[in-house]
């Protein structure tokens, strides 16, 4: 009878764990498998890329959820944030995000930048504005506009270019996960399911790694 009891309650206790992960994630449809893995660029920690573009609304959606989701990142896993860029009117958005992060300024600045476009109608594509922003901001802008017309900086964005299209991403935000599996919002059908998805298919590529889940 007490073993039975024991039983149950393991069980009891799984089923609530299988809730609270969502529904296995179904692959064709809230994820798909790349036909061909990509190397990634986090060596021993789970890749987890996202394509974004500053001005895309519902990128700036998501960036909510998304900054609340990764205070949970397992310790094996790491977020990548691509700007991607499908027309000339992208790059500008990719050369600032790549500026702001040689100044480590992304963590001050990236959330700001959302906001500038979309709540304040700041068009920080204008280089002018966008000087007169940064300085606003407290940063050095003659720093700032020397990285951001930099030959390296544009080399960065124009290799975000490239792997967006080898990754064969056609909108954003859309997520690749260990160069292996592509999701996206409009894949899982909503926000909370595609960080369902994200949990799930950062453990599905831990275990083909061979890898242990971390300690908390």
């Known amino acids: 009878m007490f073993t039975r009891a024991l039983a149950f309650a393991a069980a009891a206790i799984f089923s609530l764990s299988a809730l609270a992960a969502g529904p296995e994630a179904f692959e064709g449809h809230d994820y798909t498998r790349l036909k061909n893995a990509q190397p990634v ?20 959606q998501l960036e909510p959820g998304l900054n609340k989701w990764l205070k949970t990142l397992p310790k094996d896993a790491q977020l990548r944030r691509v700007p991607a860029v499908f027309r000339d009117d992208w790059m500008p958005g990719a050369k600032l995000y790549y500026t702001l992060e040689q100044m480590n300024l992304l963590g001050k600045l990236h ?7 979309h709540l304040e109608n700041i068009n920080l594509n204008d280089p002018a504005v966008l000087g007169d922003w940064i300085a606003k901001q407290g940063a050095d802008r003659k720093k700032f506009e020397g990285i951001y017309n930099s030959f390296s900086t544009q080399s960065k964005a124009t290799q975000g270019a490239r792997l967006a299209t080898t990754y064969a991403i056609t909108g954003v935000p859309a997520f690749i996960i260990d160069g292996k599996y592509a999701t996206s919002v409009s894949m899982t059908g909503g926000e909370a399911r595609l960080f369902e998805v994200l949990d799930q298919l950062i453990v599905k590529a831990r275990a083909e790694r061979g ?3 971390p300690a908390k």
Do not use: M, Q
């Open 211 to 213: 890898s242990k889940k």
């Open 41 to 60: 660029a986090t060596g021993k920690k789970v890749e987890v890329l996202e394509f974004f573009w500053y001005r895309c609304p519902h990128c700036f």
């Open 111 to 117: 959330n700001k930048v959302f906001d500038a476009y």
